[in-house]
């Protein structure tokens, strides 16, 4: 096995055994009520900040960090969810995407920062306008990266949104970890148990 694939195996494991420290931010009981509107803006809102302040945090050197030939780099990271944000939150307000930028293909850290909180921002609007009167307004989402056109509803995009959100910061919590920083979700979990 490769140095590399046995790092990334013994931080994955070191990871698992810390996992009671991991934590969102929101508790169930917090972000869980009947009204699926404000659901979906609770788990935005917890996502956004744990994405701005990862974006933040980790050090502009390391943004060309790849952990392995077959995955994105740090700063690839950031831009696939800055364009996913601008993606999904345009198809849910019923507009055309606010930039056409593949934000995949920048590498500075200032200009990723920027992207992402333009984009997080754009989001917030998208959530803040989605009530449960609207929550199931139909929308026929146009073509993106790899996918058809698809028939939905807004509220499934702005889920759809938040999960890819989610997902894709536990890769930013590899990278961080990997790179001896701990998340910010973890570091505030750690901070309130003082």
Known sequence: MPRTAWKLWIVMIGASATAFTQTTGAGYADALTPSLAAVAKT????????????????????YSFQPTPQVRTFAQLI???VNGNWYFCSQAKRERPPT?????????KAALVKALNDSLTYC????????????????????????GPANTVRGAI????????????????????????????????????K
Request: hydrophobic residues 30%; glycine residues 6%.
């Open 124 to 147: 917030d609007q998208a959530y803040s306008e989605t009530t449960d009167a609207n929550f199931t307004q139909t929308v026929r989402m146009q073509p993106g990266v790899g996918m």
């Open 43 to 62: 788990m935005h809102a917890t996502i956004r900040r744990d994405l701005a302040e990862s974006a933040q945090n980790m050090p502009a050197d390391e």
């Open 158 to 193: 702005l889920t759809f949104n938040t999960a890819h959100n989610n997902e894709h910061y536990g890769n930013i919590v590899l990278y961080m970890r990997l790179k001896g920083h701990v998340p910010p979700s973890t570091a505030r979990e750690q901070q309130s148990q």
């Open 79 to 81: 831009g696939h969810v």
């Open 100 to 108: 056409t930028t593949n934000h995949e293909q920048l590498t500075d």
